[in-house]
């Protein structure tokens, strides 16, 4: 469940911080846990928490799924080459395609890098080809299987280790 809200610029305190990279790290917190351990009152971590909401630092709450345990084996980056077409409509399209789960736009000598997961070979390639490729405004695209996959640091969890 994600929230759009335009981004305020307004730096982050250390508490601030701490608390998004607490929910970062389990976003199911309570806000008594939460409070617990940024070292503040029950209110005052609820009136941080709804605060970094309203500013859009935090834009949801939701589970972290493991595809291959709903089924979606096989997983490829589709560099995505666009012609004489608005991004923001293309990728729009492309965000709404089944086994698409990420639209990003880049720099560089290509336009969008898509996340595809699907079942098998064969509905990835269905995807890739019939759904993507063939898409008006699409001039090209170049798959890539993601054979492995480690997690790093979200930029919260990184949060107190930056300057204020």
Known sequence: MKQQTPHRHEPLDSIDRRIVAELSRDGRLSVRTLAERVHISRTAAHNRVQHLLKLGVITGFGAQIDRKAIGLNI???VVVRIGDVSWEEIAAKLATLPFVEKVQAVSGDIDIILTVSAPDHEQLSQ?????IHDM???VSTRSHLILAELEGHPPAQTLDIWRA
Do not use: E, H
């Open 136 to 138: 008006p405004g699409v």
């Open 127 to 131: 995807a890739i080809l019939r759904d």
């Open 75 to 77: 997983s490829a980056l």
